[in-house]
């Protein structure tokens, strides 16, 4: 039965990394954050635009140390037949997290956004999973930089098992507790290699 399980959960990682491709963010299976280590940031709160005017985040509080993410592409590219599209947003639960004086946010997908699927048999087969930024705050403008899965890639294959991980489709896939993921970013918050420049954004309102 274990087995059975763990090629369920190979499969359903499977389908979300060809959904991630685009983003090149690196999955993990447990939060990197929980309530009860999350910080709060007041200033966080609100509409952020892309220095592209092309995606938006928007920051809402949820619960105590918690936000609501809606990631809108305003335009994407259509994956069947590659003509541009009108996006739609993306709902997140978010954790912020600060680890050796960096500011961290793990994204997890809002159970709104599963209600909202229309197949109950892809939605099965859809794993939610976790991603990590490193996040600066200054003022109106906000820099968001994903935990690059090429830099990561290399120091596993150069140093061996860094952190749990399972290797997938060539994408690695963390597998870690919250607290060895914890002990992976306090070991490498500092790496510019790890988070490299990120995306800018403007505070809208």
């Given at each position: 039965?274990?087995?059975?399980?763990?090629?369920?959960?190979?499969?359903?990682?499977?389908?979300?990394?060809?959904?991630?491709?685009?983003?090149?963010?690196?999955?993990?299976?447990?939060?990197?954050?929980?309530?009860?280590?999350?910080?709060?940031?007041?200033?966080?709160?609100?509409?952020?635009?892309?220095?592209?005017?092309?995606?938006?985040?928007?920051?809402?509080?949820?619960?105590?140390?918690?936000?609501?993410?809606?990631?809108?592409?305003?335009?994407?590219?259509?994956?069947?037949?590659?003509?541009?599209?009108?996006?739609?947003?993306g709902e997140f639960?978010?954790?912020?997290?600060?680890?050796?004086?960096?500011?961290?946010?793990?994204?997890?997908?809002?159970?709104?956004?599963?209600?909202?699927?229309?197949?109950?048999?892809?939605?099965?087969?859809?794993?939610?999973?976790?991603?990590?930024?490193?996040?600066?705050?200054?003022?109106?403008?906000?820099?968001?930089?994903?935990?690059?899965?090429?830099?990561?890639?290399?120091?596993?294959?150069g140093n061996g098992?860094?952190?749990?991980?399972?290797?997938?489709?060539?994408?690695?896939?963390l597998t870690a507790?919250?607290?060895?993921?914890?002990?992976?970013?306090?070991?490498?918050?500092?790496?510019?290699?790890?988070?490299?420049?990120?995306?800018?954004?403007?505070?809208?309102?």
């Amino acid at each position: 039965m274990k087995g059975d399980t763990m090629h369920l959960l190979r499969l359903s990682l499977l389908m979300g990394l060809g959904l991630l491709c685009a983003g090149c963010l690196v999955m993990s299976l447990h939060p990197f954050f929980t309530d009860n280590d999350a910080v709060f940031e007041k200033g966080l709160v609100g509409t952020w635009v892309h220095a592209t005017g092309k995606t938006t985040l928007t920051f809402k509080q949820f619960g105590a140390n918690a936000y609501r993410v809606t990631y809108l592409q305003h335009e994407i590219s259509s994956h069947t037949s590659g003509k541009k599209e009108q996006g739609e947003p993306g709902e997140f639960e978010a954790h912020l997290g600060r680890i050796g004086g960096a500011l961290f946010i793990d994204l997890y997908p809002d159970k709104d956004s599963w209600n909202r699927l229309k197949n109950d048999l892809l939605a099965i087969h859809l794993a939610p999973t976790h991603t990590i930024s490193k996040v600066t705050l200054e003022g109106d403008k906000l820099t968001v930089a994903g935990l690059d899965p090429d830099w990561l890639k290399d120091l596993i294959a150069g140093n061996g098992p860094i952190v749990a991980h399972e290797k997938l489709e060539g994408a690695i896939v963390l597998t870690a507790s919250t607290e060895g993921l914890q002990g992976f970013l306090k070991k490498y918050a500092g790496e510019p290699k790890a988070f490299p420049e990120g995306e800018e954004f403007q505070r809208q309102n």
